[in-house]
């Protein structure tokens, strides 16, 4: 496999390594998002004084309403901190 196949399955390996715990297992329930920011992004999540800011976060995630984090919405995540990310290293290079 390639670097960007391997990227992309570890991304969806990552979602249904928390997905599965409980319920639906292709959604993420609150705490399960929660567990997976905390877990898998830690660096990020140090970062992050507000808990009000997280939850939040997690709300605007859930854009069909339904209480819990789909795929593509998690995915919208990824991008949204990706873009982030590069961005921030962008302007670090000028």
């Keep these: 496999m390639t670097d960007l196949e391997s990227s992309m399955a570890t991304i969806i390996a990552v979602f ?16 399960e998002l929660k567990d997976l920011f905390q877990d898998e992004l830690p660096d990020l999540m140090a970062h992050v004084k507000d808990q009000g800011a997280l939850d939040s976060l997690m709300e ?23 873009i982030c990310c590069h961005e921030f290293f962008e302007h670090e290079d000028e």
């Excluded at 249904?16 to 705490?31: A, I, Q, T």
Aim: charged content about 40%; glycine content about 6%; proline content about 0%.
């Design 60 to 82: 605007s995630l859930d854009t069909d309403g339904d209480a819990e984090c789909d795929f593509q919405e998690f995915m919208t995540f990824v991008s949204m901190v990706t």
């Design 16 to 31: 249904r390594k928390y997905s599965e715990r409980e319920g639906d297992k292709h959604k993420l329930k609150k705490n």
